[in-house]
């Protein structure tokens, strides 16, 4: 649906751009000196006019008042007017940078000087700026005194959007309607999305911010239709199966990210290969094969040190592990329980179980055994009693260290079978023997 919505939006542009881009001036009583223009048009008394000598590569363009007197001087294009102000391109164009955009008043007085490679007119008393950022173009959103709204970080996105691979496209004889666009295969991709009326109903109708799809890639808009992210992720999480604490995770190439689940901005850069769903407030997060712990700000809050994490439990606990040794910290990062362990579980109803010299025991948040490690196999805590074995034998195992016996280990059970398998070949071969030597009696 959004695809279509922008592939129709962009033809109804380009059709009504080059249906007026060569129109013919008409003689309007009491202005004669219109006359002297190829094209005019009427902003409630001031007019802009343009007199073009070669289509598409000579012509100027003035703002006049409603005598004809020239407001400014000559300029390659001016645009429509929205409120007070219009785009304008002057005349000297600098073929590196491509154009340079800006906007005046009606007293043709600049406004917004012209900086910039691309840009359109104000919507809602803010309009979106492209312009050069090292080897990117960037985007902004300004209001109508040239204030910098929101800045749109492409620095995140180092793959995506390069000047290099850019195409500027102007309509001739108005170099106001430019667009910027990265084209992939047959598929178009640009900075400053144009939404159909459809879609921008849908966006301003989200609590927050709005998720959407083009092409394989995510962008993020907010409610106030300003672009949050650029149609460049390649996965979201907007159902918080791997997010939380008003983060949200996000996944540019093969590294992830947290944006705002609000604002839609970006918390932290693209610099994380696995996460876990966060718990206490803190985010585990794995960077350069090293686990570590963020909180909601994207502040590292825990170092890159380990090779294992599980998440923090109500026990202010996280099992963690270097070298293949195991203990526990808190959210401070302090260390609560040494890393000596074979194994080491989460914390729950304040034990963990720990393996050491291949036996299993518990121990709660002080680092004391209340049960001693004499387990074979054994389970955390996950209810009130878990399941042991020893010597063989199953037992339901209480908190306190009573043990039920409830049958054997399923190594022994598995013994069992595999005798009782061999047993019943052997018999089998057995009988079926007697039954041989008993036929060949009876053929004697």
């Known amino acids: 649906m959004f695809q279509k919505a922008v592939s129709w939006s962009l033809f109804i542009w380009f059709f009504a751009t080059f249906n007026g881009a060569f129109c013919q001036s008409v003689s309007v009583p009491g202005k004669p000196w219109l006359s002297e223009y190829n094209v005019h048009k009427d902003y409630k008394g001031v007019y802009v006019v343009k007199k073009i000598t070669i289509p598409c590569r000579a012509y100027e363009t003035f703002l006049v008042d409603g005598n004809g007197k020239k407001l400014t001087p000559a300029y390659r294009d001016i645009g429509d007017f929205s409120g007070d102000l219009a785009e304008f391109v002057p005349m000297e164009l600098d073929a590196e940078k491509l154009g340079r955009h800006g906007f005046i008043n009606r007293r043709g007085e600049v406004v917004i000087p012209p900086i910039y490679v691309a840009t359109d007119k104000f919507y809602e008393g803010k309009t979106w700026v492209i312009y050069r950022s090292g080897k990117q173009y960037g985007l902004s959103y300004i209001d ?191 260390i609560r329980t040494p890393l000596k362990y074979d194994f080491a579980s989460y914390y729950n109803r304040g034990i963990s179980m720990v393996r050491i010299d291949d036996k299993y025991g518990y121990i709660d948040i002080n680092n004391r055994y209340i049960i001693e490690p004499i387990y074979d196999e054994a389970l955390p805590f996950d209810k009130e009693t878990t399941v042991v074995e020893r010597l063989w034998l199953r037992f339901e195992l209480n908190m306190q260290g009573k043990e039920k016996f409830i049958g054997f280990s399923y190594k022994l059970n598995a013994i069992f079978i595999l005798i009782g398998l061999a047993l019943f070949i052997y018999a089998n071969s057995l009988i079926f023997k007697r039954m041989q030597i008993a036929k060949a009696k009876g053929k004697k």
């Open 144 to 334: 109508s005194t040239g204030k910098e709204i929101y800045k749109v970080p492409i620095q995140y996105f180092k793959k995506d959007f390069l000047i290099s691979a850019a195409k500027v496209d102007m309509v001739c004889n108005q170099d106001t309607r430019e667009d910027v666009l990265w084209w992939k295969g047959r598929n178009y991709f640009i900075l400053n999305w144009n939404f159909s009326p459809f879609i921008e109903k849908e966006v301003k109708s989200s609590k927050y911010i709005y998720h959407f799809l083009y092409e394989g890639k995510y962008g993020i808009i907010d409610n106030k239709m300003i672009l949050r992210v650029p149609v460049s992720l390649d996965d979201i999480d907007p159902e918080y199966k791997f997010s939380g604490q008003g983060m949200e995770r996000v996944r540019y190439g093969d590294k992830f990210g947290y944006l705002n689940v609000f604002t839609g901005e970006l918390i932290t850069d693209f610099l994380y290969t696995d996460t876990r769903k966060p718990t206490s407030g803190l985010f585990w997060v794995k960077k350069d094969n090293k686990w570590g712990c963020i909180d909601k700000t994207g502040k590292t809050r825990i170092p890159f040190l380990y090779d294992e994490a599980t998440g923090f439990t109500g026990e202010d606990r996280s099992a963690v592990a270097i070298n293949g040794k195991f203990g526990h910290i808190d959210k401070k990062g302090k």
